[in-house]
T-cell receptor, first 111, second 113 residues
Framework: DQQVKQNSPSLSVQEGRISILNCDYT??????FLWYKKYPAEGPTFLIS?????DKNEDGRFTVFLNKSAKHLSLHIVPSQPGDSAVYFC??????????FGAGTRLTVKP | DGGITQSPKYLFRKEGQNVTLSCEQN?????MYWYRQDPGQGLRLIYY???????QKGDIAEGYSVSREKKESFPLTVTSAQKNPTAFYLC????????????FGPGTRLTVL
C-alpha cells in the first residue's frame, strides 16, 4: 500500500534551469510533508518541510508547494546546480504515526 | 560533533546467521527508527522507538528484532527468519515523532551470501 508516490524515477535538467520534482499522496490525513536529498551510499538529509496549514514554504533555492485538494506536492529548485544531483525522497506523516516515503526521483543536473 | 553513527558500513553474512546492526546517536533525540531501502523503492519502516524501553513494529518487522535499553542506542538484529535480508539499512532519529524531521545515519549495506 504505497501512500506516497513519486511517479518519475528520474529527471534531467540543465544547470541554471528550474527542477520540479513531484509527489502524490493518497491519505488525506497526512498533515506534515518533507523532502529529503540522498547521495549514493549515504543516509538521506532533510531539505525542506511544509505543514498542511500552508501551501508554500521557501528556503533559498528550494520551494515546496502543497496542493491539498489534489493531494500533490512539488519541490522546485531554482536555479539548479550540478551539486543538486541526487535522489530526492518526499515523505508524509500524520500525528504520531510513522512517516511514509516515496520511492525517490533521481535528479541529474547537467553543466 | 552531533550525529548518528551506523556500523559497519558494509556487512557480509552467511545465510542462516543472525546479525546485529549498530546505531548510535548523540543528538539527545527521544525517537529512533530503522528503515530498509531496496532498489527502486522508498524507505520502508522496520521498527521505531519513541522512548527508552519501548518500541513498535513498522510495516516490515517480520524477521527483525530491536532493543532500546539506552536513549542513544537502537540496535537492529536481522534474524535467520528474514527471508530476503540483503538490503541497505538506515537508522534515523528525531526529537519527537510529530512535526519533526528525522536525521539519518550513513547506512549499512548488508549482503547475505
Amino acid at each position: 500500500d504505497q501512500q506516497v508516490k513519486q511517479n518519475s524515477p528520474s529527471l534531467s535538467v540543465q544547470e541554471g534551469r528550474i527542477s520540479i520534482l513531484n509527489c502524490d499522496y493518497t491519505n488525506s490525513m497526512f498533515d506534515y510533508f518533507l523532502w529529503y536529498k540522498k547521495y549514493p551510499a549515504e543516509g538521506p538529509t532533510f531539505l525542506i518541510s511544509i505543514s498542511s496549514i500552508k501551501d508554500k514554504n521557501e528556503d533559498g533555492r528550494f520551494t515546496v508547494f502543497l496542493n491539498k485538494s489534489a493531494k500533490h506536492l512539488s519541490l522546485h529548485i531554482v536555479p539548479s546546480q550540478p551539486g543538486d544531483s541526487a535522489v530526492y525522497f518526499c515523505a508524509a506523516s500524520k500525528g504520531q504515526d510513522d512517516m511514509r516515503f516515496g520511492a525517490g526521483t533521481r535528479l541529474t543536473v547537467k553543466p | 560533533d552531533g550525529g548518528i553513527t551506523q556500523s559497519p558500513k558494509y556487512l557480509f553474512r552467511k545465510e542462516g546467521q543472525n546479525v546485529t546492526l549498530s546505531c548510535e546517536q548523540n543528538l539527545n533525540h527521544d525517537a529512533m527508527y530503522w528503515y530498509r531501502q531496496d532498489p527502486g523503492q522508498g524507505l520502508r519502516l522496520i521498527y521505531y522507538s519513541q522512548i527508552v524501553n519501548d518500541f513498535q513494529k513498522g510495516d516490515i518487522a517480520e524477521g527483525y528484532s530491536v532493543s532500546r535499553e539506552k536513549k542513544e542506542s537502537f540496535p537492529l538484529t536481522v534474524t535467520s527468519a528474514q527471508k530476503n535480508p540483503t538490503a541497505f539499512y538506515l537508522c534515523a532519529s528525531s526529537i519527537g515523532t510529530h512535526y519533526n524531521e528525522q536525521f539519518f545515519g550513513p547506512g549499512t549495506r548488508l549482503t547475505v551470501l
